[in-house]
């Protein structure tokens, strides 16, 4: 697909993450789970995937004409970046054919000592055809990672860094300034449980929306009814 026609297929559309990390219940070593997850996403309406690993990428790849959001997640020693970190992540992604390579956009250095703008310039010096989100937390990162070179910016980790600690919930507001300030695409991510949550935050200006645990994984989907009933009790 074009950059347009990716454009055009993900606007105003919801994105499914599909992903399941070793310790979660739909995680097998030899995959197969996940394409199914894109497949019931794809039939009921997503305009595009998200997808952890070049293994799920593949296979989800094989049974579903959607564009797809790749990610590699991985742990490294002396930082808290852990999607997208290293160039050799990067390749791989770009090798397996993903439509949009996602990256960590926020204010730790990653191992080597680059800002996520420093990166994401790489990456676009490197394959400058390729369209990169960056998953960040605050206005400034966004704008630094926009700036730098990002097509799409993403609210993906709000609330997950040390800076935006305790927001547990979809910042609308902040999905609102993003759409005004940024130059680059915005997708909501993130504390989006409800179908009301997704309309509202693209009534805010998102381009597109993600949601993953409201909808693939069934272990945190049973403990906020059980935390509910329990609570009720």
Not at 7 to 16: A, D, P
Not at 93 to 112: H, K, M, S
Not at 206 to 221: D, K, M, Q
Request: charged share 20%; with cysteine.
């Amino acid at each position: 697909m074009t950059h347009e026609q990716i454009f055009n297929q993900i606007k105003g559309g919801l994105i499914v993450s599909c992903q399941a990390l070793e310790h979660e219940p739909l995680y097998t070593k030899e995959g197969g789970v996940m394409p199914l997850m894109a497949k019931a996403a794809a039939q009921s309406g997503a305009v595009g995937i998200r997808a952890n690993t070049v293994r799920d990428i593949t296979q989800i790849k094989q049974v579903v004409d959607l564009p797809v959001i790749g990610i590699i997640k991985k742990d490294y020693p002396g930082t808290p970046m852990y999607i997208t970190v290293t160039m050799q992540e990067v390749d791989e992604l770009v090798a397996c054919g993903v439509d949009i390579l996602a990256v960590q956009g926020t204010g730790a250095l990653r191992p080597n000592g680059q800002t996520s703008a420093e990166f994401i310039r790489a990456i676009k010096e490197k394959y400058p055809d390729q369209l990169v989100m960056a998953d960040c937390d605050n206005i400034e990162n966004a704008l630094a990672c926009a700036k730098a070179g990002a097509d799409f910016v993403g609210t993906t980790m709000r609330g997950y860094t040390p800076e935006t600690k305790g927001i547990d919930d979809v910042d609308f507001g902040f999905i609102a300034q993003l759409a005004r300030e940024c130059p680059a695409k915005v997708i909501a991510e993130g504390h989006i449980h409800t179908p009301e949550q997704a309309v509202q935050a693209l009534y805010a200006g998102a381009f597109a929306l993600v949601v993953g645990g409201a909808i693939t994984r069934p272990a945190e989907i049973t403990a906020r009814y059980t935390a509910a009933i329990n609570n009720h009790k």
